[in-house]
């Protein structure tokens, strides 16, 4: 993630006026070995598929994206104006890093790739995703995910 | 990948939470920045504002420039960005006169068949627009492509598309200006005008 410091003035100000929603205490959970995990990505790119429904501004909802999704179905209707997408368009991995998951499943550094992923809009309200939040959990628990990578966008 | 790998050594942690900053500086910086500039032959841009038909004509003879570069990079990268409006990179030279008629001052019709005739998809298009510009550039000969900043301002400032959008947010501006005045000083229901210019690029280039 971008450092404060190297922002542009007015946004790093808008970063820090934002509030930060309390949600008490997490527990600790130790996670799996590597070599055995199951990983997931979950994004707030506002990525889908070109044939799924576009995301509008904040949106609570999410996307599914297959773990063998081919990059060139890939949309991202995040279209505040101030969103740069330099990175995305040079590296779809920067913001969705599938084809790094497979590589380092087939190099036999995690143990596998999760079959579903999952793409929320980014600058959303987080109390927004109350619902869909542990809906999100309940389907990574059904594929046997063991760890997720939260990818803020 | 070693980004990703520093982040997975994160689950070795037996306590937390765990906050570490990643310790290398992206591959561009503001110092590389500084010196990129597009080396892609695009006409050169004339000052104030021109009649619409030679708008349009100019406005396609940049996208025309630029279009063995968009399709060197699709063939290099095997995707694209562009597709948000649901037409294909094709139709650049109809998005480009129809963005071109809109900063006109026409209200011309949404060609390519879109169904959606909602001023968003003008929002759509331009992303489009922008990803065709950048992606284009990006493919160019002898240099690194710039972060974003660097890239935006080319775009924006420097490239003849970039100031159909300025003249596309001004018309949407005074219009809704207008319809607020109309209206008792009262800022219409309607939504806010489409504004394609990011806000660190709210000043017009001298």
């Excluded at chain 2, 006409?43 to 420039?65: C, F, M, N, T």
């Excluded at chain 2, 399709?71 to 071109?100: K, N």
């Excluded at chain 2, 660097?150 to 003249?167: A, I, N, P, Q, S």
Aim: proline content about 9%.
């Amino acid at each position: 993630m971008v450092r404060l410091t190297d922002l542009p003035e007015e946004y790093a100000a808008h970063l820090l006026s934002l509030p930060m929603p309390d949600y008490g205490p997490t527990p600790w959970a130790e996670a799996p070995d590597l070599k055995d995990a199951r990983v997931a990505i979950i994004s707030t790119a506002g990525l889908h598929r070109s044939s799924d429904a576009k995301f509008y501004g904040g949106a609570g909802d999410y996307r599914l994206l297959p773990g063998d999704l081919d990059y060139s179905d890939l949309t991202m209707s995040h279209v505040s104006v101030n969103f740069d997408r330099s990175g995305y368009q040079q590296d779809t991995n920067v913001v969705f890093p599938l084809e790094r998951l497979r590589q380092l499943e087939s190099d036999g550094e995690i143990g596998s790739v999760a079959k579903w992923h999952y793409s929320f809009m980014g600058a959303t309200d987080p109390t927004r995703m109350i619902e869909t939040g542990p809906q999100v959990a309940k389907l990574l628990k059904e594929d046997n995910v063991t760890a997720a990578i939260l990818i803020p966008i | 990948m070693d980004v990703l790998r520093s982040l997975l050594a994160l689950f070795a942690a037996e306590s937390g939470p765990v906050i570490e900053d990643y310790p290398h500086d992206p591959p561009a910086t503001a110092e590389s920045d500084s010196v990129w500039s597009c080396v892609l032959p695009l006409p050169p841009l004339d000052p104030g504002s021109s009649p619409i038909e030679s708008l349009k004509q100019s406005l396609l003879s940049e996208v025309g420039s630029l279009a063995p570069w968009y399709e060197e990079a699709l063939r290099q990268s095997e995707r694209t960005t562009f597709g948000l409006s649901g037409v294909t990179a094709d139709s650049m030279p109809e998005i480009a006169a129809f963005l071109a008629g809109v900063a006109s001052g026409e209200n011309p019709e949404m060609p390519f068949g879109l169904s959606d005739t909602s001023p968003g998809m003008i929002r759509y298009l331009t992303e489009d627009v922008k990803a065709y510009y950048m992606e284009a550039a990006t493919e160019q000969p002898g240099s690194h492509p710039p972060g974003g900043t660097r890239m935006w301002t080319w775009f924006y400032h420097e490239t003849r598309m970039g100031k159909v959008l300025y003249d596309i947010r001004d018309r949407f501006t005074a219009e809704y200006a207008k319809r607020t005045a109309a209206n008792g000083g009262q800022t219409p229901l309607e939504a806010r005008p489409i504004n394609p210019i990011p806000t660190l690029f709210t000043k017009r280039p001298e």
